[in-house]
């Protein structure tokens, strides 16, 4: 779980969007940049290198939500 005030700050290091937390993957997401950022042990990675890459269907998906 990822702190709120902490969230309210972060921002991603590609676009400087803000980032969404996915509770169900453990990650932070933008959808500016279509990356995913894991957590872990309450880390957020937030390095290009370690993101993964949304799906055409999640960008969708996290959009229309």
Do not use: Q, W
Not at 26 to 31: G, I, M, Q, S
Not at 51 to 63: D, F, G
């Amino acid at each position: 779980m990822i702190d709120k005030k902490l969230l309210d700050i972060l921002v991603c290091p590609v676009s400087k969007a803000a980032l969404t937390y996915n509770k169900a993957h453990n990650e932070l997401f933008c959808l500016a940049s279509g990356l995913a950022y894991p957590v872990r042990e309450g880390i957020p990675i937030l390095l290009k290198e370690e993101a993964r890459e949304l799906t055409a269907e999640e960008l969708h998906n996290k959009a229309s939500s």
